[in-house]
């Protein structure tokens, strides 16, 4: 039986960079209107999935789902990065931007590290304003 070693994944273009930023802001999106945080659970990385549970994550996003937040309308409009985007050196790859979405402008920070095999969110930050 082979062992395959470890493949570090490459930086994503652009267009995977916005399917990254996209479905894991309408994925929260939906938690937060359903206020059902299963589904976002399932989708971030192993580790970030240990240490936040469905209920800890719905804590987390506490402010957005008591104030109704809807930012659904970002898979529609153009993303403006405010900074490239970069894998640090403990392997995170870093994505920050902002949707020009009206009335309130949807602002990001979020951080993916490679586990099973993908990108997949370790660390988020989202501002509406």
């Known amino acids: 039986m082979a062992i395959c070693p470890a493949v570090a994944l490459d930086m994503p273009g652009p267009s995977a960079q916005e399917v990254?930023?996209?479905?894991?802001?309408?994925?929260?999106?939906?938690?937060?209107?359903?206020?059902?945080?299963?589904?976002l659970h399932a989708k971030i990385s192993k580790?970030?999935?240990?240490?936040?549970?469905?209920?800890?994550?719905?804590?987390?996003?506490?402010?957005?789902?008591?104030?109704?937040?809807?930012?659904?309308?970002?898979?529609?409009?153009?993303?403006?990065?405010?900074?490239?985007?970069r894998i640090d050196d403990k392997g995170v790859l870093n994505l920050k931007g902002r949707f020009q979405t009206t009335p309130k402008q949807v602002k990001y920070q979020?951080?993916?590290?490679?586990?099973e095999g993908a990108w997949k969110l370790s660390g988020v930050a989202i501002d509406i304003e």
């Open 20 to 39: 990254l930023v996209k479905s894991i802001l309408v994925t929260l999106n939906d938690a937060v209107a359903s206020d059902n945080f299963t589904v």
């Open 47 to 85: 580790p970030f999935r240990e240490q936040f549970p469905p209920e800890k994550l719905r804590a987390v996003f506490k402010d957005l789902v008591e104030n109704h937040a809807v930012f659904d309308a970002v898979v529609a409009q153009k993303m403006f990065p405010d900074e490239d985007a």
């Open 110 to 115: 979020l951080g993916f590290i490679e586990s």
